[in-house]
């Protein structure tokens, strides 16, 4: 049985996390991947159901279209992120505050390439 934790050190979250041993890790700060917690919920459920291949299949398909993206400078995760959302159509606009910068041309086409794959 996995042993579950709440981190309480200063400025972190007190999201719950696994401790290290075996397969399975958890996350500590913010949540991670904003714009699609469906697919990482789809991976946990067959993840804990002992389907690893099917998690891995979600993860795949799902998750690593967006997480191949290589966004470079200040905020871009941020921005990226944002951007999902708003073509998702639940927040009105991906504005990010400076000193983010804005996503190279490079990597809209990407961004546009996956959501088309995702169906966003």
């Known amino acids: 049985m996995p042993r579950w934790r ?6 972190r979250s007190t999201t ?4 290290a041993g075996g397969g399975g890790r958890g996350a500590i700060g913010t949540m991670p991947w904003p ?3 469906h697919a990482f919920v789809r991976v946990w459920n067959a993840w804990q159901s002992g389907d690893h291949l099917a998690a ?3 993860f795949d398909s799902q998750i690593w279209p967006l997480l191949r ?3 470079q400078g200040i905020g871009g995760h941020h ?12 927040i009105a606009s991906a504005y990010v505050r400076p000193p983010a910068e804005a996503l190279d041309p490079i ?3 990407e961004l546009d390439e996956a959501c ?3 169906g966003f």
């Open 69 to 71: 993206i290589p966004v």
């Open 116 to 118: 088309d794959q995702l």
């Open 79 to 90: 921005r990226l992120h944002k951007e999902v959302l708003r073509r998702r159509g639940i």
């Open 16 to 19: 719950p996390y696994r401790r």
């Open 35 to 37: 714009s699609t917690p």
């Open 107 to 109: 990597a809209l086409a």
């Open 56 to 58: 891995r299949e979600i």
């Open 6 to 11: 709440a981190s309480r050190q200063p400025g």
